[in-house]
């Protein structure tokens, strides 16, 4: 009798992903029983002789994973939207395929990227604080007691103005913003795709910048969203920040170490802008509460949390194992990494 193809999966999974898992009763199922972070020694030593493995953000796929699963591997199936947890090198050379899933958190994400927008200028992470803190009754009312600058009029910016940038965008028009110009690896040139028809039909100023100093000077609002690669590591640095508007905003939705943790401290700290919202941060989830963005009182700082929404995090998971039961037919995936 044949032996099952081996899958590892390294989490419990959301119950619509599991059955759809379980259904496969050809397959052998080696699965991680918590939601707590799969332990690296049960991964290398379950994924021998593994056809294929649904991984986590959280789980490194290195050569060392690769060759303690052996030449039986087809596909890597990531839970995430961003791959850089993942060589891909090392999946090319052996003509492993890599599925992942860009396009079910993009409302999601998008969502909370207005969410920190609307923190970061409103001083909100400081107003909480200090009414936790029990300091409001010592708050007497005053004209331009904990104010802002406001979104309508604003100039965004985008570093990187894919799916999620352009859904973002069409969440921030009925704001009454003024523009929005975008930065992509092909400075000063219209981005390729269209996304949602808002550059075909758009009633403001949508262009893209000739060059990073643009981009930093003329915006109220910068975004990042763009990969992180060895070029955009520490893309957003002190220069950048010299360039930035006093009054102006950064978000980071993409990747902790786009941005120069330390540059940003001290752009918050010497005013050389006015406040940031960050859903990720350099070598995260290790931010101790001594942590110098900590003790910003504008910056708002939350742990991770793009895609958390119930539908998001389902549509992942299902889209995941689709993705993994794919790569082991030889099939299309949903959505597949080109290496």
């Known amino acids: 009798m044949a032996q099952k193809p081996k899958v590892v999966v390294t989490r419990a999974l959301p119950q619509t992903a599991q059955r759809l898992l379980d259904a496969e009763s ?3 199922i080696v699965q991680w029983p918590s939601e707590q972070p799969c332990e690296r020694p049960w991964l290398l030593e379950h994924s021998k002789d593994a056809a294929g493995i649904l991984l986590m ?4 796929c290195d050569e060392k994973l690769l060759q303690a699963a052996g030449g039986n591997l087809k596909v890597i ?7 850089d947890h993942v060589e891909r090198d ?3 050379k052996r003509n492993i395929r890599l599925g992942y899933t860009p396009t079910c958190l993009t409302d999601a994400v998008a969502d909370l990227t207005v969410m920190l927008i609307l923190m970061a200028q409103r001083v909100g992470g400081e107003a909480m604080r200090k009414v936790l803190a ?3 009754p010592q708050m007497p009312w005053s004209p331009l007691l904990m104010t802002g600058p406001q979104i309508r009029s604003a100039t965004v910016g985008f570093l990187g103005f894919g799916r999620i940038a352009q859904a973002t965008l069409k969440r921030l028009l009925p704001f009454g913003i003024s523009g929005a110009i975008y930065l992509t690896s092909k400075p000063g040139q219209p981005v390729r795709d269209d996304h949602f028809g808002l550059i075909k039909e758009a009633y403001i100023p949508i262009e893209p910048a000739k060059d990073w100093k643009q981009l930093a000077s003329e915006s109220d609002v910068v975004i990042v969203g763009c990969a992180l690669t060895p070029s955009t590591k520490h893309f957003v640095n002190s220069e950048f920040f010299a360039h930035m508007r006093k009054l102006s905003v950064l978000i980071n939705i993409a990747r902790g170490p ?5 540059a940003l401290v001290k752009a918050l700290e ?4 006015f406040g940031a919202g960050l859903d990720v941060v350099e070598n995260e989830p290790n931010i101790a509460i001594h942590h110098p963005l900590l003790k910003q009182p504008r ?12 539908e998001t995090r389902e549509q992942m998971a299902t889209e995941s194992v689709r993705n993994l039961l794919a790569g082991l037919k030889g099939e299309a995936m949903v959505n597949e990494v080109e290496l």
């Open 258 to 262: 786009i941005v120069d943790t330390d």
């Open 270 to 273: 010497e005013g050389q802008i």
């Open 26 to 28: 050809g397959l052998e």
């Open 134 to 136: 029990g300091e409001w």
């Open 90 to 92: 090392a999946l090319k």
């Open 57 to 60: 953000l959280t789980d490194t």
């Open 77 to 83: 199936a990531s839970f995430s939207v961003g791959t």
């Open 299 to 310: 910056c708002v700082l939350v742990p991770h949390i793009g895609s958390a929404t119930i």
